[in-house]
């Protein structure tokens, strides 16, 4: 079955730091990607996608792109702010059989950043 | 326009007593999600609804949870008796049709609810 694998956090890092985290994932044919953000006391909110290989998803200054030959999407940020510190999940959306479109999460990655 | 509404946003019981929760999608999604969060985990889905009828409830325990999309539109979710273990975060979500496969169609969620079971 599908699964979505993300490193071990928790994260801390200094504001302006350079963020990555990585996400590797199992699926059977061509599933789409995503980053969700979850902020303290917030419901879960789609960062970025990306719906085929080699696709780069982008917002907020985050960037992730989609590897098939390593299966894998790692999120990227050049400079995190303290107001990114929040939760990231990593999923999955698979494009055929009978998934109908459901996401399957990884288990997320706690991130602190620090003044 | 109007997010995903969900209530309440918390609550706790007692093991074998039953509780519901209630969403209420963005006006117009036909697709309709409930996931159960546990603490240091990623959501995982419970059950799918497009419009009225199931497409997925492959991982709902059905011996203690139920669910309903009266009219396709409101939603509500029961655990009857609940244990221990259904202490959880439970998040509903939306988006216009599971049509488009792969990930196209945007999920919206809810704050959620959380679950504590004593």
């Known amino acids: 079955g599908n699964s979505v694998t993300q490193m071990e956090g928790p994260v801390t890092l200094s504001e302006e730091a350079f963020l990555t985290i990585n996400c590797t994932y199992t699926?059977?044919?061509?599933?789409?990607l995503f980053w969700y953000v979850q902020y303290p006391g917030e419901g879960l909110q789609l960062l970025l996608k990306?719906?085929?290989?080699?696709d780069k998803g982008s917002n907020k200054g985050f960037e992730a792109t989609y590897r098939k030959e390593t299966t894998s999407f790692h999120l990227e940020k050049g400079s995190v702010q303290v107001s990114d510190s929040a939760v990231y999940f990593c999923?999955?959306?698979?494009?055929?059989?009978?998934?109908?479109?459901?996401?399957?999460f990884g288990q997320g990655t706690i991130l602190t950043v620090h003044p | 326009e109007a997010g995903v509404a969900q209530s309440p946003r918390y609550k706790i019981i007692e093991k074998r007593q039953s509780v519901a929760f209630w969403c209420n999608p963005i006006?117009?999604?036909?697709?309709l999600y409930w996931y159960q969060q546990i603490l240091g985990q990623g959501p995982k889905l419970l059950i799918q609804?497009?419009?009225?009828?199931?497409?997925?409830d492959s991982q709902l325990p059905k011996d203690r949870f139920s669910a309903e999309r009266l009219k396709g539109v409101d939603s509500t979710l029961k655990i009857q008796p609940a244990k221990l273990e259904d202490s959880a975060v439970y998040l509903c979500?939306?988006?216009?049709?599971?049509?488009?496969?792969?990930?196209?169609?945007?999920?919206?969620f809810g704050p959620g609810t959380r679950l504590t079971v004593l």
């Open positions: 990306a719906t085929k290989a080699d």
């Open positions: 699926a059977t044919g061509y599933p789409s």
């Open positions: 006006s117009g999604h036909a697709t």
């Open positions: 609804f497009q419009n009225n009828g199931v497409v997925d």
């Open positions: 979500a939306s988006s216009l049709t599971q049509i488009l496969a792969g990930g196209r169609n945007e999920q919206f």
């Open positions: 999923a999955l959306s698979d494009a055929g059989g009978t998934s109908y479109g459901k996401l399957t």
